[in-house]
């Protein structure tokens, strides 16, 4: 029972590890994005005369999540499969006869821990316009389909405007979308990067922001473990109660001084090489 309660914690701990997408804080090379106004499921559509008939392909997508399930009314064997955050489906139209969908498969996801990755591939370059949005979907014969966007920053587009499909070729769903959402966030796009002396500051700028979101997620953890194993501890072998559970109870009433010693430390410290630059160690 209590085993469980600890347990339970320690799971919600390293929950907060696993580094869920994100659609309004997405990462990309330290830079943040808010793709959130993407967040939406969008159908592309294109016909061809394939005489007797008509062909439509269609890309259903949501950039942001699993496309929701389809209705009832859909019948299973027509449906995106489950974990599917992009759909190819081919529908066939015959004059007079029902149509008839021959292809329906993810172009990204395929299980419910699926998530896309985020990645810049244009190296070198400080305010990243581009980068891609890439996933994996289903596999059809012995090829692993997947999608690949494109983002462009465009602040003269519109966050509404659709993307456009490059291509499908070899099981790769090539689209390019360029909006103001794919601007990074704090400075904007079109702004100049701080330009005074800075060379060695921009790689540490441009692995910051994982590495630190990393380590502070590391820090939670630990802490919570280490919470949870000190109250087991004293609540178990100690027999203690109360306030007394609190591992270290001495040690968190000194924790204040010991933090305000520190922060007056680290001031003086900041303050006596102000002008040699922020290097980061
Ligand atoms: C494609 O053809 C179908 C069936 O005729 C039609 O319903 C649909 O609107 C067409 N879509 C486009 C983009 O032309
Ligand atoms: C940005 O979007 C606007 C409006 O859609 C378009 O006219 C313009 O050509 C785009 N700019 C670039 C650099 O693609």
Redesign the pocket.
Known sequence: MRSSFALGILASALALTASAFDCKKAQVAGHTYDLSPLSREITLESNATTPPTLTSTRYVLNPCAPLKAEPDSVPEIDRCPNGAWACRLVTNFKKDEKPRITEVNAVAGKSSKDEPVLEAKTSGSDKPSEFHWIMKGAEVEKTVWSTDIKF?C?K???DQ?LPTVVGFKDGVLSLEW?VPAACALGGGGDEKPPSDGDKEKKPVESSGGGFFSTMFSLFVVISALYLVLGVMYNYLIVRATGLDLIPNRAFWREFPYLCSDFTQHVWGMVNGRRRGGYSVV
């Open positions: 462009v465009n003269s587009a519109k405007d360029a």
